[in-house]
């Protein structure tokens, strides 16, 4: 089966297991893993930040990061169809308190001026705290429903820099941000140092089964850590978890430029379908989304399914295909035949 829905289904292999069953273990609710320690003190320095705290998954890395930089009662301002408020059940004002004000962009990239228009200001005549403040930027980078969006790094520093001018915060959610930096041919840190806070997944491009990392300076990351209790992510013998992440570090960062380069291709043939809408200029990274005429996306994903390639349907007529490392270019022209017999059957 060729599995096209998602970079988080890959499964790891011999060498990532063996890492996995070599990993020196502790506990580290009490801070005494070491292979914990050394995969928050390696992606940290990646990033260019003083501290990092490894969580089970993004959405728990991103909701720990507002729950530090904020008090219930507080606003942030994030994408309309950011992964914050779209995937994560609500996380923001159920477990922060927090009230989302929306910016409504292209593809999830978007200017100093959106975030201006949002950032309430005093006005004349009107009481004094009327307004809850407004504390938070979250980017996200690269944007999962912009279709894998990559901000343009000049773009990223003139909105971050209007967010200060306002005295926000600004996290990233960079899940994928190994893949943006490939894409913008700069390190990670280029994006992060804008940042107080970014989070990364292991489990996606880089293909761990489990994990996530917060990084931020020291006194974010020790205050971050209560949240991570709080939200039951206190792990104990999560080396075995830190060392498939170390390993994904060290293997598969190197690789993302030819799941980008496969989507491209995926993304080319299906322009040339019958009854599909894509622009194949939009695919940016390793995700993309196109649109049906004529066939629903849930009965053109069981045919294919049938045919052995799984895609997700995200909607009446909207498909979303993500390349990864367990999609091969025999995979990729198989999975094109595969759309050409259903599209034409």
């Not at 096209?4 to 289904?9: A, E, I, K, Y």
């Not at 060498?15 to 801070?31: L, N, P, S, T, W």
């Not at 409504?104 to 978007?110: I, N």
């Not at 960062?253 to 019958?274: F, N, Q, V, Y």
Request: proline share 5%.
């Amino acid at each position: 089966m060729i599995d096209l829905r998602s970079d988080t289904v890959t499964r790891p292999g011999p060498e990532m297991r063996a890492a996995m069953a070599a990993a020196e273990v502790g506990d580290d609710v009490y801070g005494e893993d070491p292979t914990v320690r050394a995969l928050e003190e390696r992606t940290a320095e990646l990033l260019g930040k003083e501290a990092g705290l490894f969580v089970p998954s993004g959405t728990m890395a991103n909701q720990i990061a507002i729950r530090t930089h904020t008090e219930p009662g507080d606003e942030i301002v994030a994408d309309a169809r950011s992964h914050i408020l779209l995937y994560e059940r609500a996380a923001p004002t159920a477990l922060s308190g927090v009230m989302p004000r929306l910016v409504h962009s292209e593809r999830g990239v978007f200017d100093g001026e959106a975030v201006r228009g949002l950032v309430h200001g005093p006005l004349p005549g009107m009481p004094a705290g009327l307004f809850p403040p407004t504390r938070l930027l979250c980017l996200e980078n690269t944007h999962n429903a912009g279709g894998g969006s990559v901000w343009p790094l000049p773009q990223f520093a003139a909105t971050v820099r209007e967010a200060r001018r306002h005295g926000l915060r600004v996290h990233c959610d960079g899940a994928r941000l190994w893949n943006a930096a490939v894409a913008a041919g700069v390190p990670e840190r280029a994006y992060a140092d804008y940042c107080d806070s970014v989070a990364v997944c292991f489990s996606k491009g880089l293909g761990a089964p489990v994990g996530s990392l917060l990084a931020g300076d020291r006194a974010f990351i020790d205050r971050a850590r209560r949240f991570r209790g709080m939200f039951g992510g206190g792990m104990r013998q999560a080396g075995v978890l830190a060392a498939a992440a170390l390993h994904a570090l060290d293997h598969n960062r190197g690789r993302l430029a030819e799941d980008h380069a496969h989507a491209r291709i995926l993304a080319a043939a299906l322009a040339e379908l019958p009854g599909v809408s894509i622009d194949p200029a939009s695919v940016e990274t390793n995700i993309l989304y196109f649109r049906l005429r004529g066939m629903a996306a849930a009965k053109f994903g069981e045919a294919c399914e049938a045919r052995g390639v799984r895609v997700l349907a995200i909607g009446v007529d909207t498909v979303r295909l993500v390349t990864h490392l367990d999609v091969s270019r025999t995979a990729v022209d198989r999975a094109i035949t595969v759309f050409r017999e259903v599209l034409s059957s």
